[in-house]
């Protein structure tokens, strides 16, 4: 149990551009979902934090207006990157969390964005 | 504000070694503390999670402890195998937000 899935797992875009990235709980109800980004050879960083039917939380430094995430359902978040350039290109992951189990964090495989 | 510290930063052994991973934090109130592993260019694997309130938690071959006081939180691997290979990373939850340390690059060699 406790599956978390991302989509797509890898993308190429160009300069300008936008990307849509999905995270889906597929066998849970997730009460909040987290989007971190890691780049080469760093540590994972939380740039977000969304609960289902609220607007998201930012951490300091990550801009709400390129970082857009929508969660529209318990098993659905989306971030979308909007305008991305190269210094967006990133290892982009989510995760889930749901009360019942302690708000221990799922984590999905990841999406990797190179953009052009 | 929360920062966390993995002590080695890497690590190369001999198969069958016993290994210890250390992780330091700033901050000793959390709810808990997860350890996790992560393979090259891949999301993360949850191998253990503590509660503030537990002293440990044991996995097959992996025993993690924590002393919340003393922000000080260890994973021990027995009898290590090439295929533990990977990143390790240590996450302390403060405030229902996981702080990340830098990891442990761990290789096994056969």
């Known amino acids: 149990g406790a599956v978390v899935s991302q989509h797509p797992s890898w993308v190429i875009c160009k300069s300008g551009t936008s990307v849509k990235i999905e995270c889906r709980s597929l066998?849970?109800?997730?009460?909040?979902m987290f989007w971190y980004r890691q780049f080469p050879k760093q540590s994972l960083m939380l740039m977000a934090t969304?609960?289902?039917?609220?607007?998201?939380?930012?951490e300091q430094g990550v801009e709400k207006d390129k970082f857009l995430i929508n969660h529209a359902s318990l098993t659905l978040s989306t971030l979308t990157v909007t305008s991305a350039h190269p210094e967006d290109s990133s290892f982009y992951i989510c995760?889930?969390?749901?009360?019942?189990?302690?708000?221990?964090?799922?984590f999905g495989p990841g999406t990797r964005l190179t953009v052009l | 504000k929360q920062e966390v510290t993995q002590i080695p930063a890497a690590l190369s052994v001999p198969e069958g070694e016993n290994l210890v991973l250390n992780c330091s934090f700033t901050?000793?109130?959390?709810?808990?503390l997860q350890w996790f592993r992560q393979d090259p260019g891949k999301g993360l694997t949850s191998l253990l999670l503590i509660q503030s309130s537990q002293r440990e938690q044991t996995s097959g071959r992996l025993n993690a402890s924590l002393d919340k006081s003393s922000g000080r939180s260890t994973l021990y691997i027995a009898a290590s195998q090439p295929g533990d290979s990977a990143t390790y990373l240590c996450?302390?939850?403060?405030?229902?937000?996981?702080?990340f340390g830098s990891g442990t690059r761990l290789l096994v060699r056969p």
């Open positions: 066998d849970f109800q997730a009460t909040t």
């Open positions: 996450a302390p939850d403060s405030s229902y937000k996981l702080i």
């Open positions: 969304s609960n289902e039917g609220s607007k998201a939380t930012y």
């Open positions: 901050d000793s109130a959390i709810y808990n």
């Open positions: 995760s889930a969390s749901f009360l019942e189990l302690s708000n221990e964090q799922f």
